[in-house]
């Protein structure tokens, strides 16, 4: 049975009208990239093969340390959460998936969900454990750290929620658990560096003893934030060294935001995957320290370097390929809809990219030493706009040529504004 939150009519409708000029669009790439000896269809059919998960989280209005501001009509269960999903996936088709967050979605049968969202067309990806803040029925305080706190009550009160996400997981259809945590220090002295990682992988491996055969366990670092002088797992490097130490299921995920500026997160990429530990991504983008900004909104290049990486490790050992994606970001002053469509279209846009440079050329540039026409073959990708191939795989999955635009027409956040019941302007997500 399914419960598809869009009128099926309402998106052809919409496409009718942009069809002629897609289809001349799409031709004209074609005869560009036919001159370049790349058929456009094999492009479309990676792209059409190609998704990202939604996470849950981000379909409501996110907000900082400071303020939120929600909108009318924003979901506030999880219920509500996958019908906007479901939204996103109808109009774009790259987001069959969603990645939920415990405890914030919560709900008392989860078989009944899994049904539910599979009604919608949608899919469960990696379950999120959240020990960074303080929930009303806890026992313990995580003010002091989770997994790594040097209180072991502390301690086993986190294990143990990581271990019910893996639970729920399961009868989700996840296939993996991903564990960030908070877990640092705001002075010089207050913590003990050596004890806290050793503390961490004890946790980590407690929950890493509860992995059913199939699922991996992604560990996901940050730099800093909600700690300021230190974080336990702060960069890849204490990353890659815990998930080698942990085991074959444990592996590394790369949260675009969790680095230092300057850092080169492409040749992160290239590492992991090199050591095997290339887990996964959560999606976003930063101009400053932040991690919430909308997936290619300040530096689009970066994210296609990223594929570029990306590809290079596909081909390079293609059994040993299978990063998890997933978008974490915080839409403050945006429609979340709105921001996951154009993120989606930011994702797919720069893998289709990726997947245009002249992989021959690059490497024969490179090991001739030609270092113009090295970044030549990158750069000449990087060029074109691939917007009709999106849009074309798009709509031949049944999705909208002009998401936002059709979104739109739809009036979906007028009318949930009508049924829905208000948010409430808490702050307080990481
Ligand atoms: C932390 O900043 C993070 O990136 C983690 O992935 C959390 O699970 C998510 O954001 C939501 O707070
Ligand atoms: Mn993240």
Request: charged share 25%; net charge negative.
């Amino acid at each position: 049975m399914t419960d598809l939150p869009l009128s099926l009519d309402q998106i052809a409708a919409h496409n009718e009208r942009h069809l002629l000029a897609l289809e001349d669009d799409y031709a004209s790439l074609g005869r560009l990239l036919e001159r370049r000896g790349i058929a456009i269809e094999s492009v479309k059919q990676r792209v059409a093969d190609f998704s990202v998960a939604l996470p849950t989280w981000g379909s409501g209005t996110g907000g900082t340390r400071f303020a939120k501001f929600p909108i009318p009509g924003e979901p506030t269960n999880i219920h509500e959460k996958l019908e906007d999903c479901a939204v996103v996936q109808q109009i774009v088709r790259t987001t069959p998936r969603v990645s939920p967050h415990f405890p914030w979605d919560i709900t008392d049968d989860y078989d009944a969900l899994r049904e539910e969202a599979k009604a919608l067309g949608l899919g469960f990806d990696a379950v999120n454990s959240n020990t960074f803040q303080d929930q009303p029925t806890q026992a313990h305080s995580y003010r002091h750290g989770s997994l790594t706190a040097a209180d072991p009550a502390v301690r086993s009160q986190a294990v143990e929620h990581n271990l019910q996400c893996i639970e729920v997981g399961q009868a989700l259809g996840s296939k993996a658990i991903t564990v960030w945590i908070g877990d640092g220090s705001n002075f010089p002295g207050q913590q003990d560096f050596a004890a806290s990682l050793d503390r961490y992988l004890a946790s980590a491996e407690e929950i890493y003893r509860a992995l059913p055969d199939d699922w991996r366990m992604l560990l996901e670092h940050k730099l800093y934030e909600p700690a300021f002088y230190s974080t336990v797992i702060s960069d890849w490097g204490s990353s890659i060294l815990a998930a080698q130490q942990l085991g074959a299921k444990a592996q590394c995920l790369v949260d675009l935001g969790h680095h230092a500026p300057t850092v080169n997160i492409e040749q992160i990429v290239a590492r992991l995957h090199r050591f095997g530990k290339l887990g996964g991504f959560h999606f976003n983008d930063s101009k400053y320290g932040d991690d919430d900004l909308d997936s290619g909104s300040i530096n689009p290049h970066q994210l296609f370097l990223v594929f570029n990486e990306l590809i290079e490790a596909e081909r390079r050992r293609p059994d040993d390929f299978h990063p998890a994606y997933m978008i974490d970001q915080s839409h403050n002053v945006t429609d979340p809809i709105e921001s996951m469509l154009s993120s989606a279209e930011a994702i797919t846009g720069a893998y289709s990219k990726a997947l245009l440079v002249d992989r021959e050329a690059l490497h024969a540039a490179q090991d001739a030493n030609d270092v113009m026409m090295a970044f030549q073959a990158l750069r000449r990708a990087y060029r074109l706009d691939v917007s009709p191939i999106l849009a074309m795989a798009r709509m031949e999955a049944g999705g909208a040529i002009e998401p936002i635009e059709f979104y739109r027409e739809t009036q979906w956040r007028e009318r949930k504004a009508q049924e829905r019941k208000a948010a409430t302007g808490a702050a307080g997500i990481v």
